[in-house]
């Protein structure tokens, strides 16, 4: 299914929203950022002024973000503009926020589970989506407007009820401080990399730290390759810092065959190889395997 065929509008006004942004769509193109929290870096990142240098050839044309954790910002007057960020640099606000429902038809198995987070009682209990319009204003990139899907949802609870029972066309991934440091999150979402060629991911902007259990990915999966990208800003040769960690742009291509472990090592090498070693099979941790 489409993710326009998912949802509707809690009030007609939502609904109008909605109609509108999808009213310019026809192939979905879907940005994923897990544990996002307050964080809209993302949509300066793919900006037309940034994907060049990222060498992402194509935009995702829907942003969809998740949190298990409803943030402060969130509560406030849906008529007035939300103020998220105001530093010298950046403001971020939220101009307008409108309440999403699933459709019946979705059928969501709608779960917060302990084994997952770390502060369960945080959550809402019960699904809920906001169709967000933001406004960004940067000394560097000017204005950005753009919509976002917000799904307060756990990570995995999304990947399994939404991305794979409803084959959500995932075609970026944005995976940045995924919660599990200090974040409240307990279980990495970096299984998601073995399933880039089923999804059918074609880039990915994402940070070096993994916590990975073969286990997870013992299912059948396709085969994938990934070519790194060296962002550079301008000609200084300077790294793209975000949040405080290196992060890069790799594009994804699907390959036949199978997923083995000995492929799926070499593209988490890739991934990791900011830490400072490469990735090795024993490289993995045990409060990780869990699985889906």
Same mark, same amino acid.
């Given at each position: 299914?489409?993710?326009?065929?998912? *949802?509707?509008?809690?009030?007609?006004?939502?609904?109008?929203?909605?109609?509108? /942004?999808?009213?310019?769509?026809?192939?979905?193109?879907? *940005?994923?950022?897990?544990?996002?929290?307050? &964080?809209?870096? #993302?949509?300066?990142?793919?900006?037309? &002024?940034?994907? =060049?240098?990222?060498?992402?050839?194509?935009?995702?044309?829907?942003?969809?973000?998740?949190?298990?954790?409803?943030?402060?910002?969130?509560?406030?007057?849906?008529?007035?503009?939300?103020?998220?960020?105001?530093?010298?640099?950046?403001?971020?606000?939220?101009?307008?926020?409108?309440?999403?429902?699933?459709? =019946?038809?979705?059928?969501? &198995?709608?779960?917060?589970?302990?084994?997952?987070?770390?502060?369960? #009682?945080?959550?809402?209990?019960?699904?809920?989506?906001?169709?967000?319009?933001?406004?960004?204003?940067?000394? @560097?990139? +000017?204005?950005?407007?753009?919509?976002?899907?917000?799904? /307060? /949802?756990?990570?995995?609870? %999304? *990947?399994?009820?939404?991305?794979?029972?409803?084959? !959500?066309?995932?075609?970026? %991934?944005?995976?940045?401080?995924?919660?599990?440091?200090?974040?409240? +999150?307990?279980?990495?979402?970096?299984? /998601?990399?073995?399933?880039?060629?089923?999804?059918?991911?074609?880039?990915?902007?994402?940070?070096?730290?993994?916590?990975?259990?073969?286990?997870?990915?013992?299912?059948? @999966?396709?085969?994938?390759?990934?070519?790194?990208?060296?962002?550079?800003?301008?000609?200084?040769?300077?790294?793209?810092?975000?949040?405080?960690?290196?992060?890069?742009?790799?594009?994804?291509?699907? !390959?036949? +065959?199978? !997923?083995?472990?000995?492929? %799926?090592?070499?593209?988490?090498?890739?991934?990791?190889?900011?830490?400072?070693? =490469?990735?090795?099979?024993?490289?993995?941790? =045990? #409060? &990780?395997?869990?699985?889906?």
């Amino acid at each position: 299914m489409k993710l326009k065929e998912l *949802l509707q509008g809690k009030t007609l006004q939502a609904q109008q929203a909605l109609d509108g /942004f999808f009213s310019g769509i026809t192939e979905e193109k879907i *940005l994923w950022y897990p544990s996002a929290g307050q &964080d809209y870096r #993302d949509l300066m990142e793919i900006s037309p &002024d940034r994907l =060049p240098l990222h060498e992402i050839l194509e935009p995702p044309n829907i942003i969809c973000h998740t949190d298990y954790a409803p943030w402060a910002g969130l509560k406030g007057d849906p008529l007035e503009p939300i103020w998220v960020r105001n530093d010298d640099r950046t403001t971020v606000r939220i101009m307008e926020k409108h309440r999403l429902v699933l459709v =019946p038809d979705a059928n969501i &198995d709608y779960r917060i589970r302990p084994g997952y987070v770390a502060f369960p #009682d945080l959550g809402i209990h019960e699904p809920t989506v906001y169709l967000l319009k933001i406004k960004i204003s940067s000394t @560097t990139l +000017g204005e950005i407007e753009a919509t976002v899907f917000y799904f /307060f /949802f756990e990570n995995y609870n %999304f *990947l399994e009820e939404l991305v794979l029972k409803h084959q !959500l066309a995932i075609t970026h %991934f944005v995976k940045v401080r995924d919660g599990t440091g200090f974040g409240g +999150g307990k279980k990495s979402i970096s299984v /998601f990399y073995s399933l880039l060629a089923n999804v059918g991911v074609r880039y990915l902007l994402i940070d070096y730290q993994l916590k990975y259990c073969y286990a997870t990915h013992q299912r059948l @999966t396709r085969q994938f390759g990934i070519e790194h990208k060296n962002y550079q800003l301008a000609s200084i040769g300077i790294p793209l810092k975000w949040s405080d960690l290196n992060v890069r742009a790799f594009r994804v291509e699907p !390959l036949l +065959g199978n !997923l083995t472990n000995e492929i %799926f090592n070499k593209n988490l090498a890739l991934i990791s190889e900011e830490r400072g070693y =490469p990735w090795e099979a024993k490289d993995f941790f =045990p #409060d &990780d395997c869990t699985g889906l």
